[in-house]
């Protein structure tokens, strides 16, 4: 349960689920080339847990939304998952932009992730 | 070079006498607007005003204006005006009289009246009192104004109604001289009938033309008055450029603060000598030591300048310096005093009560006395906010009495009574430019009478007081319908703290 009650900066021992999410390329509305991975995100150290429509429980990074047929639902992500690291960053203790930067660095995003009445009992 | 048509009317005697005759026509009725005779006080552009022979530092100008030239100008044009409308008006009076009283000798089965007749003689009654009553409502009031060129619009009115009386009396005169046979009484009366159908017209395009044309606005007035930089805009319609001048000062003095020549330098702090040694940057005049052959230590005020114009820069500065903390002492002294004044009134006023609330031992005065009563315990304040507003010349004891006896019994409170000293707007406030006739003298490029256009620019003066004009057209406004759908009107929540990636 410490997983989702987790204290920023604090030590964590949990179990995670590793996922592999490769992006896809697709064109954006003014016809640049990105990298869509199909999710979004909420929470951050600088967000406020307690106002969260979902009820997070801590400031960790939130899995919110899963669009269908998108390469994080073939990558095995599910809302309401919390990711615990991505591409070796920490995102337990980041801010909110600075987790979107991290995410959207990478083509691939080897991410640990941790989800309710999965990784724990 | 402008032409300035100032308000100096001796030297026009030939030109007056001109305008006169131009301005002698008149509209159709006894109740022209400029008649003069129930005159009461009045702006004119050119006439003298005591208040100028006092700013003028003595200049005769007032005294020698008020005199019969002005007066000839000031009411002549509105007394032909009135006579042209009289003759309008009896006109066709006369013409159904004069065949009754047998001074137009017809038989007696002309002049006989059926019922249509009478019937036409009832509606002419009806039309005539209409038509006076009209013209008394619009334009029977005293001259506002005496202008320098003539007033093109009043001029045309007063021609119109001429020729339509004359052309008509002319007819009658000669169907009457020549066809007294065949007249009968109702062609007469129809004519006269016809007559005062057209004075009304007359007096329909006379009030469009005089009163409604310049309603609605279209260009923009703005307005600065010189010494103190007090500015101010109006939308205005389309008049002449001396109309608008007549117009503009009745704004002015129904909306500008009053002028206050003493306070143009402020008052001067006692203690200058902290400000003026304070500036950090001292300066030698090298021109002057050369001049004085040797470096004097005891002239020296400070660090070596390399140029003049350095030293100009650097003084600069510091006046600016200056101007900004007199400035910044200025206004709390004032507000200091202010609220002194303030205090003091309100205390003065509660030692007043009127007889039926305070019964007991106490002797019933007027309240010019309660005025005397109450006014020494504030009146040291009073003079001390006066003076450092610089308007002790403008309020004497005798009126401040006066004005607090009035304020009393009306049962004002003390801040009423006080803001007569405290808010020094508008200029009619101010008592002495309450006086009946003022001058002000009108400087424009281009012709008075033309109508203002875009870009014109013009100027009125009166002692050390300008206010100088200018004029640019109102935009033409472009609305366009936008249209939102009903349906566009949802919402959605999307909170900030969720981000696609």
């Not at chain 1, 021992?13 to 990298?35: A, Q, W």
């Not at chain 1, 801590?58 to 919110?64: F, M």
């Not at chain 2, 805009?233 to 001396?242: K, L, M, V």
Request: charged share 20%; net charge positive.
């Amino acid at each position: 349960m410490s997983t989702f009650f987790h204290q920023a900066g604090t030590a964590m021992e949990c179990l995670s689920i590793p996922i592999t999410l490769h992006k896809e390329s697709v064109l954006d509305h003014e016809g640049r080339e990105v990298h869509r991975c199909g999710f979004k995100i909420g929470g951050g150290i600088d967000q406020d847990f307690r106002k969260s429509p979902q009820n997070y429980s801590d400031n960790g990074i939130y899995v919110t939304e899963v669009q269908e047929n998108s390469p994080a639902a073939k990558a095995g992500l599910r809302m309401n998952d919390k990711i615990l690291q991505c591409n070796g960053y920490d995102l337990t203790m980041c801010t909110h932009k600075k987790a979107v930067d991290y995410i959207k660095k990478y083509p691939v995003l080897n991410m640990l992730v941790a989800r309710k009445g999965v990784t724990h009992s | 070079s402008p032409m300035q048509t100032s308000a100096v009317l001796g030297d026009r005697s030939n030109n007056q006498h001109q305008e006169v005759i131009e301005v002698q026509i008149l509209p159709q009725d006894d109740g022209w607007g400029d008649n003069a005779t129930a005159l009461t006080g009045n702006t004119s552009v050119a006439s003298g005003s005591m208040d100028d022979v006092s700013r003028l530092g003595g200049g005769d100008g007032g005294r020698g204006h008020l005199g019969w030239n002005f007066k000839c100008q000031r009411y002549l044009g509105s007394i032909t005006a009135a006579v042209l409308a009289v003759l309008a008006v009896m006109t066709p009076v006369a013409m159904v009289l004069l065949p009754r009283m047998q001074i137009v000798p017809l038989r007696s089965e002309q002049l006989r009246c059926p019922a249509e007749c009478e019937g036409l003689l009832i509606t002419l009654t009806v039309k005539l009192v209409l038509l006076v009553l009209g013209s008394w409502a619009v334009f029977w009031r005293p001259t506002r104004a005496t202008m320098p060129r003539i007033f093109f619009l009043r001029t045309l009115v007063l021609l119109l109604v001429f020729v339509t009386t004359f052309a008509y009396c002319l007819f009658y005169g000669v169907r009457v001289v020549e066809q007294q046979d065949q007249l009968d009484y109702k062609a007469i009366v129809t004519f006269a009938l016809s007559l005062v159908d057209a004075l009304l017209f007359v007096h329909y395009a006379a009030v469009l033309l005089l009163e409604i044309r310049q309603m609605p606005p279209r260009y923009y007035l703005h307005v600065i008055r010189s010494p103190d930089g007090i500015s101010r805009g109006y939308p205005i319609g389309a008049i002449s450029i001396q109309r608008a001048a007549v117009w503009l000062l009745d704004k002015y003095y129904t909306e500008f603060p009053i002028y206050n020549p003493f306070l143009e330098r402020l008052p001067p702090r006692r203690s200058r000598s902290k400000l003026a040694h304070s500036s950090s940057f001292k300066f030698y005049d090298l021109d002057a030591q050369n001049n004085h052959g040797s470096l004097n230590p005891g002239n020296a005020r400070g660090v070596l300048s390399t140029t003049s114009s350095s030293t100009t820069a650097r003084r600069n500065n510091s006046s600016h310096n200056e101007r900004f903390y007199e400035e910044h002492e200025y206004e709390r002294r004032l507000k200091k005093r202010r609220a002194r004044l303030v205090t003091s009134a309100e205390e003065a006023f509660t030692h007043i009560r009127r007889l039926q609330a305070e019964p007991g031992p106490a002797v019933p005065m007027d309240p010019y006395e309660a005025a005397q009563a109450i006014f020494p315990s504030m009146a040291r304040p009073l003079q001390k906010y006066l003076r450092i507003t610089r308007q002790q010349p403008r309020h004497t004891v005798e009126s401040i009495l006066q004005h607090l006896a009035i304020c009393l019994s009306h049962d004002l409170s003390a801040r009423a009574f006080v803001e007569k000293f405290l808010a020094a707007s508008p200029v009619m406030q101010n008592d002495k430019e309450k006086c009946p006739i003022q001058t002000w003298s009108l400087v424009c490029d281009v012709l008075l009478s033309r109508g203002i256009e875009d870009g014109t620019v013009f100027q009125l003066r009166q002692g050390d007081v300008s206010l100088l004009c200018r004029i640019s057209n109102l935009p033409h406004f472009n609305i366009t319908e936008e249209i939102i759908e009903p349906k566009s009107n949802k919402f959605v929540l999307r909170l900030s703290s969720e981000t696609s990636v």
